[in-house]
């Protein structure tokens, strides 16, 4: 079965300064897609990032960027230079190419403090 | 405006009444969901739709029902509410043309069910 596992259920961060959250998952295909959502108290649920798995390159957005280390299965989410905004739980999500029915498959979350 | 509507966004009822809550998407995507999300468990797919008139089961399909006459509309009911389905319930909607489009989500509905 495809799993998607957040190791971190909560983690912390001083402002400006740099963290990683980690995500892997569990798959056979060769060919598919990984999100990063987040989600502030405002529970809205807002992209943040995605990256294709054919593509070598890291994605990036800002100060966000990704670690995808296809191999291991592995893709982290690097927060640079931290603000108080990005205080949230952040949801790693995966969704094969294969099939057509676009559904994606959650981790459960890693809940990020920003500590002023 | 264009998006993605819930409403309503706060519905509290008791147990055993019908409860439908609304999902109005304004860009035409073939794809759009339900998901609940509760502590613990993260986001869980209610059900999902193709297009109109196609929908198919997700991982907690039960005790719910949904419909989509209209591209743009994907009513969830919960036909006789229990209060396992007090939840955050979120609707969220795809593009079909290409693999890469992520999901865009409402604001959510906070239910609670008495």
């Known amino acids: 079965a495809q799993t998607v596992t957040q190791s971190q259920p909560e983690m912390s961060v001083q402002e400006a300064e740099t963290v990683t959250l980690s995500c892997t998952y569990d798959?056979?295909?060769?060919?598919?897609?990984l999100f990063w959502y987040k989600q502030p108290p405002s529970r809205q649920m807002i992209l943040v990032i995605r990256q294709e798995a054919y593509k070598q390159q890291n994605a990036t957005e800002n100060r966000f960027s990704v670690n995808f280390q296809k191999a291991a299965k592995s893709f982290s989410l690097k927060i640079s230079d931290s603000q108080l905004g990005d205080a949230a739980m952040y949801f790693c999500?995966?969704?094969?190419?294969?099939?057509?029915?676009?559904?994606?498959?959650w981790g459960l979350g890693t809940s990020l403090a920003v500590n002023p | 405006d264009a998006g993605i509507t819930q409403s309503p966004r706060y519905k509290i009822t008791e147990t055993g009444r019908q409860v439908t809550l609304m999902c109005h998407q304004t860009?035409?995507?073939?794809?759009m969901f339900w998901y609940r999300q509760d502590l613990g468990h993260g986001l869980r797919l209610i059900y999902y739709?193709?297009?109109?008139?196609?929908?198919d089961k997700g991982e907690v399909p039960d005790g719910y029902v949904v419909s989509r006459s209209k591209t743009e509309n994907f009513p969830l009911t919960l036909e006789s509410a229990t209060r396992s389905q007090t939840s955050v319930y979120f609707c969220a909607s795809s593009d079909g043309t290409r693999g890469n489009q992520p999901q865009h989500f409402g604001d959510g509905t906070r239910l609670s069910i008495l």
């Open positions: 999500a995966y969704r094969p190419n294969a099939g057509n029915n676009r559904k994606l498959i």
């Open positions: 798959t056979s295909e060769s060919d598919y897609y």
């Open positions: 860009w035409s995507h073939s794809y």
């Open positions: 739709s193709a297009a109109a008139d196609i929908t």
